[in-house]
C-alpha cells in the first residue's frame, strides 16, 4: 500500500518551500528572472515588439525596414513641361531608415546621473514610457537636363511608446535583481506599454489564418450584385511586413468569377479571368487544363470553365498585356501612382499590391488562384463542404507588435502622401518657385506632421485604430485593454486573453460563441467570462504558444520532392488522383493522398528529431480525401502568430509541437491509458495543459459541475490579493489589497510553477457545513468574529489623488505658472488647514483625512490667497504617500502631486467572499466566538456556510479541497490539487481519508460539534474542515445606497439619482405594481408622493385649472392675502363691465362681489405642476375636478 | 510647587517615560524630500525645481510626517 503522507506522484508537491521561497524573497535571483515560467507567458507580446526591430526576417531586418521598404518611392513632378520630360522636373522621395532609440532623459538635461528612464519613473510620473523615433528622409530631383542630386535628412519622429522588457527597453534582460533596484518587481515580465502612467496592453485577436484559402458559404455574398452566389473562396495574404491584405473569389451564377479586394476600404471586384491573363499571359488553354486537371467527364466543372472562358471574349481583352493595359487605365486614378508611368506598370503594380500578396511571383499567384477556383467548384458541386470560419482550425492571432508595426509603417505611408498633397497644393498655387531646390523639399517636410509617436500615444490610450486602409481588419477601436493590477490573477490573464472581434461582439447570432472541439488544448475552455463577451473572449491555454519567429522553410519543397512530391512545373497533374501540397499558401507540388499521409508522417519524424531542414514549429496539416469534407490536401505552415501546444509523439517519445490546423485530423490520447494502438500517434504532456493558468489553479475542478469553474475563473479575478510587490512604486487609480495574505494549503502544482506564492490571493479559512442561527441562509455566510479580529480578510484600498496646479481654476495657461503649492500668510498659525498641510502646502504623512479635509494647499499669485484640494471621499482615509512629480526635464517647480490615501476596509457584515470554487456568499454576521459551535478538540470555525450550497451546485471539489485541506494542515503538508490525478479507483474520499484517519480523526472528514449557544452535542455530525476563501472586491461601503432626504432635481423635485449623489434607489413602476396588487394604497402614497415630490397647489374650483393662481394683498380687517383664478375672475369681470371701462380693470377693486375663481389647495406631486405648466406652452389645457 | 519639581515628581512615578518633547511642533524652514531613485535627502524650497540634487531624478517622496499621528489607540 503507499503510504498516503507521502502522495504518489513526487514528494515536491508536499512542502510549503517556505524556507526556498524565503531565500528567494531576500536574495532574488542575480542572472535570471525570478519566475521564468511567467515570461513564456506573455512572450508573444514582447517577441512580437522586437521582431519589428531585429529578427524580422532570416536576414536579421526588423519588420519595420521591411514595411518602409513595401511603402516604396513616392514621387512629384512640377508639371513644367519640357523635351526631356513630358512631366517636368521630378522629386523622388522615400524613408531609407527608421531608427528607435531606448527611453533616455532628453539632451537638454544636464544633471541627471542617470540617463535611462525606467519604466517605473514613467508610472510614478504619470507619463509614457516612450523613446525617440526617427526616419532618414533621402530624396532626389531629376531635372530637365536628366541632372539629378541626391539629398538626404533625418526626421524626427516624436517619442514612440515602448513595450517594457522589450529590445528598446532598459528593463530587457535585466535579472531579478536589476529589477528590484530600477524600482520593479523581481517578477515583473513586461508585455505592455505605458501611457500616461497607465499600463497598456494591445490584446491578442482572432484574425483569419494565413495563405489558406477557405470556402464559404454565406448567403449575404448574393446580395452584392447581379447573377452573385452565397459562394466564395477567401484567403487571408500577409506581406513580409505582417500587414494582411483579404481576397475573395465569388462564384457568379453565370458561370464567371470575381476577385475581390479592399483599397483604402473601398472594395473592388474584377473579373478572376482578367487578372489570370493579367499576370501570366495565360492562353485560354493553360487556364483550362489548370482548372480541369484531367477531369474532362467532369462536366459540371467543364461547363463552368467554359463558362468563365466564353465570359472573357465580351471583354475584348485577348493577351496579358491587354489585361494589364486596361487594369491599369481603370486604377491609376485609385493608386496614385506617379503620372510617368504606363498603364501597364499601373496594373503590374495593382497585381503586386494586392493579388495574394504573399506570393512575389505571378506564377505562383496564378497557381493559387487556380487552386482556389478549383476549390471553390468543389463547393459549389457539394463535393467538398464550407469551412467553418469561426472554427480555431482556421484562426491565427494578430500580435500586438505586428499590429503596432503595420501602424507605423503606415503612418509613414501618409506622411510621405503629405508631403506630396502639400507639393502639389504649392504647385498649383504656384508657390514652389524653387522647386528643385534643396531647401524647398526641407521646408514641405518642417511643414507636414512627422510625430508619428504622438498617434501611436493616441492609439495605445484609447484602443482607436485610425486608418485610412483598415489594415485589413474588422473593428476600428478596442485593441487596447488596461492591464489592471487589482491582482495577479487578473492582471496576468490580461495577458493571455484572446478577444474574436468587437464585430462579433454585435452579432445577434451565437454560433461564433459556441465552443468548438477545434479549440482543444489551445484555448481553455472554462476560462471564459459569462454575459455578453462569453465565448467571445476567451484565455490561451497555459502550455498554448504562438510562434514569433521566422521559421526557415526553405528546404521543404526539396526535401519533399527528394521524397515522392510530384513537382509544381509537372505537364499534367491528375486531379483525381492527386492532391495538392501547400507551403504557406504556395503550391509546391501534388502527391496521391496515400503519398502526402507518407510526407506528412515524414516531415513529423523529421521535426521532432531535430532535422534542422523542418523546423518544430512547423504545422503539417494533412487533409484526408472524404466525402463531402473539407478540401484535402497536404497544407504545411512555417508562418508566424500560429496557435502551437506541445505534446509528445508517440513514435519516438519526443516532444512535439502541434497547430489548431493539423489537430483536426490527428489523434492525441489524453492520458497514456488512453492510448488506442494503431490509432493514437500522440499523447498530451498532462490533462490539465487545456486549461488556462487561471482555471488551473482552481483546486480539484475535475469534481466540479463546470459552471462553477467558469465562476471561480471569474472571482479569483475580481478577489483582494496582493496586486503587486511594488506597491509603495504603484501610483495606479485604484489598488485593492488583502493584508493577511497565505499560501493556500491546497494547491494545484502550477501554483508554484507560476510562482504564485509572490502574491498571495485568499486566507486559510476554518469552514463548518451547518444551518447555524438562520445567519447562513441564502448563499450568506457566518464569519467567526474572533477570526475576523485576528485579521481574517483585513484589506485595504490605496486611492490615487492626482493634484495637478495646471490644471487647477486661477492657472495660468502658457506662461509662467502663477499658482505654487505652500500655505500662504493668509493661512494663520492656528488655522486648522494646518493641522492637515505643512509649509510646502502638501499634507503630512500618516495624517486622518475624512470628507472635506485639505489634502494640499497652494497660493495663488495673482490673488494673493491660499486655496486648498479638499478630499472628496465619504471614507476616512491617510495619507500614505505624496509624491511631487517634477517635469521631463527637471526644470520646473513643483506643479504636480500624486497623494496616495490608504484606506482600510476591514470586513463588515455584507462584504462578498467567495471559496475557490464558485461558491460565493456575503457575510452576514460577525459571530461572537463563544456562541460559535465547536468540535470536540475545540475547534471553532473561522467561516459557517449553509449546507444548501451544495445540492445544486454539486461542487464536490469544495468538499474534497476541505478533506485535504483538513489533512494537510493536520501533518503540516502542502496538498497537490492538480485536478485529474484522481479516479474511480483512486479515489481523493480514500487518500485523504486515511491521512485524516491517521491524525486520529474522523475518515470522512465529520466531527460532533457542540451548539457554542447551549453547549448541546448536535445530532448530527457537522462536515468541518479547511477551505481556502477569497475576499472579494465587491463591499458594501461601496455599494450601500441609503436615503431619508436629500438632493432633489430642480425641475421635477423628486430625488436624484446616483449613489455618488446621495440619491435615491428608484421605486419603479413594478414595485409601483406590487403594492397596487397588495391594496397597500397608503404606502404607495408614502413612497410615490409624500417622499418623493410632495407639493400643494392652488387649483380653481370652477375652472380646475392649476396654473392660474392669481392673489391680492387685502388690507383691512381680514389683513393678507386673497387668491382668485385669473381666468374665472377675468370673465367675471369682463362680462360685468362695459367694452369703455376695460382700461381700467387693473384699477377696479377686486374682491367685492361675489365671484366663480374660488381656489382651493390640493396635494400633488410637482412633476404634475411641472407638466401643466408644459402642456400650456403647447397650447393644451389640464383640468383637474375638484370635489 | 515649581515646574522642575513636577517634572520630577512626574519622572518618579513614571520610571520610563517617552522622551520630552518639545509642546509646539516647528516645522523646519527648508524641506526635505527624498530621492525616489537614489534616496538622497534633498531639501526644496518654493519655487525650486523638482529633482534630486544629487542623481538628478525627477521624483521626490515627502517624507513621514515627525508629528504624532495616532489613531485608534485602542
Redesign the interface.
Known amino acids: 500500500m503507499i503510504d498516503p503522507l507521502s502522495p504518489s506522484s513526487s514528494k515536491d508537491h508536499t512542502t510549503f518551500h517556505t524556507l526556498t521561497r524565503e531565500r528567494a524573497f531576500r536574495h532574488p535571483p542575480s542572472d535570471r528572472s525570478d519566475v521564468p515560467a511567467l515570461d513564456q507567458l506573455v512572450a508573444p507580446h514582447i517577441e512580437s515588439f522586437n521582431a519589428l526591430l531585429e529578427g524580422g526576417t532570416e536576414d536579421g531586418r526588423g519588420l519595420l525596414a521591411i514595411g518602409i521598404e513595401e511603402v516604396g518611392e513616392k514621387v512629384v513632378f512640377d508639371g513644367k513641361e519640357n523635351d526631356g520630360m513630358p512631366w517636368g522636373g521630378k522629386i523622388t522621395y522615400r524613408i531609407d531608415k527608421i531608427a528607435i532609440g531606448r527611453p533616455m ?1 532628453p539632451e537638454k ?1 544636464k ?4 540617463r535611462r528612464i525606467f519604466p517605473s ?1 514613467a508610472r ?2 504619470l507619463t509614457s514610457y516612450r523613446s525617440r523615433l526617427t526616419a532618414t528622409i533621402r530624396w532626389r530631383y531629376t531635372g530637365p537636363d536628366g541632372e539629378s542630386a541626391e539629398h538626404e535628412e533625418i526626421k524626427d519622429c516624436g517619442m514612440l511608446p515602448i513595450m517594457v522588457r522589450s529590445n528598446r527597453c532598459n528593463l530587457r534582460d535585466l535579472p531579478a535583481t536589476e529589477l528590484i533596484k530600477r ?1 520593479d518587481e523581481s517578477s515583473s515580465f513586461g508585455g505592455y506599454f505605458i501611457v500616461n502612467g497607465n499600463e497598456k496592453i494591445i490584446r491578442y485577436l482572432i484574425v483569419p489564418r494565413r495563405h489558406h484559402p477557405l470556402n464559404i458559404y454565406r448567403p449575404s455574398f448574393a446580395k452584392r450584385g447581379v447573377s452573385y452566389t452565397p459562394y466564395g473562396c477567401q484567403i487571408r495574404c500577409v506581406r513580409p511586413d505582417q500587414s494582411a491584405c483579404t481576397n475573395t473569389i465569388h462564384y457568379l451564377s453565370n458561370g464567371g468569377a470575381t476577385l475581390r479586394f479592399a483599397w483604402r476600404k473601398v472594395e473592388y471586384m474584377i473579373p478572376l479571368m482578367l487578372i489570370l491573363k493579367a499576370l501570366v499571359n495565360a492562353s485560354d488553354k493553360e487556364v483550362f487544363e489548370g482548372l480541369i486537371q484531367g477531369e474532362y467527364d467532369n462536366t459540371f466543372l467543364t461547363d463552368r470553365v467554359e463558362l468563365l472562358l466564353r465570359g472573357q471574349k465580351n471583354w475584348g481583352l485577348y493577351t496579358g498585356t491587354q489585361c494589364l493595359d486596361y487594369l491599369g487605365e481603370k486604377f491609376r486614378v485609385v493608386l496614385n501612382v506617379p503620372e510617368d508611368w504606363s498603364n501597364i506598370q499601373v496594373g503590374g503594380f495593382l497585381l503586386q499590391k494586392v493579388v495574394l500578396v504573399h506570393l512575389p511571383s505571378p506564377r505562383d499567384k496564378f497557381r493559387m488562384l487556380i487552386f482556389m477556383l478549383r476549390k471553390l467548384y468543389s463547393l459549389v458541386s457539394g463535393a467538398t463542404c464550407a469551412d467553418n470560419p469561426d472554427s480555431p482550425q482556421h484562426h491565427e492571432v494578430l500580435l500586438p507588435g505586428f499590429l503596432y508595426g503595420m501602424i507605423i509603417k503606415e503612418r509613414f505611408d501618409d506622411c510621405l502622401l503629405a508631403v506630396k498633397a502639400l507639393i502639389q497644393k504649392d504647385l498649383r498655387e504656384n508657390k514652389a518657385k524653387d522647386f528643385k531646390n534643396p531647401r524647398y523639399f526641407t521646408s514641405v517636410l518642417s511643414k507636414t506632421n512627422w510625430d508619428i509617436g504622438n498617434k501611436l500615444s493616441y492609439f495605445l490610450a484609447t484602443g482607436n485604430l485610425v486608418s485610412p486602409t483598415g489594415l485589413d481588419l474588422q473593428q476600428t477601436s478596442g485593441y487596447t485593454i488596461v492591464a489592471e493590477k487589482l491582482n495577479f490573477y487578473r492582471y496576468l490573464s490580461h495577458f493571455r486573453c484572446i478577444h474574436r472581434g468587437a464585430f462579433f461582439a454585435e452579432l445577434k447570432t451565437t454560433t461564433v460563441r459556441k465552443l468548438l472541439p477545434e479549440s482543444w488544448g489551445f484555448l481553455c475552455p472554462v476560462h471564459t467570462p459569462d454575459g455578453s463577451p462569453c465565448g467571445l473572449l476567451n484565455h490561451l491555454s497555459h502550455t498554448c504558444k504562438i510562434v514569433t519567429a521566422s521559421l526557415d522553410s526553405s528546404q521543404i519543397p526539396a526535401l519533399l520532392s527528394a521524397h515522392g512530391m510530384t513537382q509544381v512545373f509537372a505537364s499534367t497533374v491528375d486531379g483525381r488522383r492527386m492532391v495538392v501540397v501547400q507551403l504557406d499558401g504556395r503550391i509546391i507540388g501534388w502527391a496521391s493522398p496515400a503519398k502526402s499521409k507518407q510526407l506528412a508522417n515524414f516531415l513529423r519524424r523529421q521535426k521532432t528529431e531535430g532535422d534542422s531542414r523542418v523546423p518544430l514549429d512547423m504545422e503539417i496539416g494533412y487533409v484526408p480525401v472524404t466525402k463531402g469534407g473539407q478540401y484535402p490536401g497536404l497544407y504545411l505552415f512555417t508562418s508566424r502568430s500560429r496557435m502551437m501546444r506541445p505534446v509528445t509523439y508517440l513514435e519516438n517519445g519526443k516532444v512535439d509541437h502541434v497547430g489548431s490546423f493539423e489537430q483536426v485530423y490527428m489523434d492525441i490520447a489524453c492520458t497514456p491509458p488512453e492510448i488506442e494502438k494503431g490509432v493514437s500517434t500522440h499523447v498530451e504532456l498532462d490533462p490539465t495543459s487545456m486549461l488556462s493558468v487561471i482555471a488551473n489553479l482552481t483546486p480539484f475542478s475535475d469534481f466540479n459541475q463546470s459552471p462553477r469553474n467558469m465562476y471561480q475563473c471569474q472571482m479569483g479575478k475580481q478577489s483582494m490579493g496582493t496586486p503587486s510587490t511594488a506597491i509603495s ?1 504603484r501610483t495606479d487609480n485604484k489598488m485593492y489589497r488583502l493584508q493577511s495574505g497565505q499560501t493556500p494549503v491546497v494547491r494545484p502544482d502550477l501554483h508554484n510553477h507560476y510562482g504564485f506564492d509572490s502574491f498571495p490571493n485568499g486566507t486559510n479559512a476554518i469552514v463548518a457545513v451547518i444551518s447555524y442561527t438562520g445567519y447562513d441562509m441564502e448563499d450568506a455566510m457566518i464569519l467567526n468574529k474572533s477570526a475576523h479580529e485576528r485579521g481574517f480578510g483585513y484589506g485595504t484600498i490605496y486611492k490615487s489623488e492626482i493634484f495637478d496646479l495646471a490644471s487647477a481654476p486661477g492657472s495660468a495657461r502658457r506662461s509662467k505658472p502663477t499658482l ?3 500655505l500662504g500668510k493668509d493661512v494663520k498659525p492656528e488655522a486648522p488647514w494646518r493641522s492637515f498641510l ?3 502646502g ?1 499634507p ?5 483625512v475624512k470628507y472635506g479635509d485639505p489634502l494640499c494647499g497652494y497660493i495663488d499669485e495673482i490673488k494673493g490667497w491660499t486655496r486648498v484640494h479638499k478630499y472628496k471621499g465619504d471614507e476616512v482615509a ?1 495619507i500614505d ?8 526635464v ?5 506643479q504636480k502631486v500624486h497623494i496616495k490615501l490608504r484606506i482600510p476596509r476591514a470586513a463588515v457584515i455584507g462584504d462578498k467572499f467567495s471559496s475557490r470554487h464558485g461558491q460565493k456568499g456575503v457575510c452576514s454576521q460577525k459571530y461572537p466566538t463563544e456562541d460559535m459551535p465547536f468540535t470536540e478538540s475545540g475547534m471553532q470555525p473561522d467561516v459557517i456556510i449553509n449546507p444548501h450550497a451544495f445540492p445544486s451546485r454539486m461542487t464536490i471539489g469544495m468538499f474534497v479541497e476541505s478533506l485535504a485541506g483538513k489533512a494537510g494542515a493536520l501533518h503540516g503538508i502542502a496538498q497537490d490539487a492538480t485536478p485529474f490525478r484522481f479516479s474511480d479507483t483512486d479515489r481523493p474520499v480514500d487518500y485523504f481519508g486515511e491521512q485524516l484517519r491517521m491524525a486520529g480523526y474522523n475518515y470522512y472528514g465529520n466531527e460532533p460539534m457542540y451548539s457554542g449557544i447551549t453547549g448541546q452535542e448536535f445530532s448530527a455530525d457537522i462536515y468541518i474542515g479547511l477551505v481556502y476563501y477569497q475576499r472579494l472586491r465587491h463591499m458594501v461601503n461601496d455599494k450601500f445606497q441609503v436615503r431619508t432626504t436629500g438632493p432633489v432635481d430642480p425641475l421635477t423635485r423628486q430625488p436624484v439619482k446616483g449613489r455618488k449623489r446621495a440619491g435615491g434607489i428608484r421605486f419603479g413602476e413594478m414595485e409601483r405594481d406590487a403594492l397596487i396588487a397588495h391594496g397597500t394604497s397608503f404606502l404607495l402614497q408614502d413612497r410615490l408622493m409624500n417622499c418623493s415630490d410632495y407639493s400643494t397647489a392652488w387649483v380653481c374650483r370652477t375652472c380646475g385649472s392649476l396654473i392660474t393662481l392669481g392673489f391680492d394683498d387685502v388690507t383691512g380687517d381680514k389683513t393678507g392675502r386673497r387668491e382668485y383664478c385669473r381666468i374665472c375672475d377675468n370673465t367675471l369681470i369682463e362680462d360685468k363691465i362695459g367694452e369703455d371701462d376695460k382700461k381700467k380693470v387693473g384699477m377696479l377693486v377686486k374682491g367685492l362681489n361675489e365671484r366663480k375663481g374660488e381656489m382651493d389647495v390640493v396635494a400633488v406631486p410637482y412633476v404634475f405642476r411641472y407638466l401643466c405648466a408644459e402642456m400650456a406652452c403647447m397650447g393644451i389645457k389640464l383640468n383637474l375636478t375638484v370635489t | 510647587m515649581s515646574e522642575s519639581q513636577q517634572d520630577t515628581r512626574w519622572q518618579s512615578q513614571n520610571p520610563n517615560p517617552m522622551a520630552p518633547r518639545p509642546s509646539t511642533f516647528k516645522a523646519p524652514d527648508v524641506l526635505n524630500y527624498l530621492c525616489a531613485d537614489c534616496g538622497a535627502e534633498n531639501g526644496i524650497k518654493s519655487g525650486e525645481n523638482i529633482r534630486c540634487k544629487e542623481c538628478g531624478h525627477r521624483v521626490l517622496y515627502k517624507p513621514r510626517t515627525y508629528r504624532i499621528v495616532q489613531f485608534e489607540a485602542r
Open positions: 532623459v538635461d544633471l541627471s546621473v542617470e519613473e510614478e510620473r524600482g512604486k505654487h503649492f505652500g505643512s509649509e510646502d502638501l503630512h504623512l500618516g495624517v486622518k491617510y504617500e505624496v509624491r511631487l512629480l517634477g517635469s521631463d527637471g526644470d520646473s517647480e513643483l
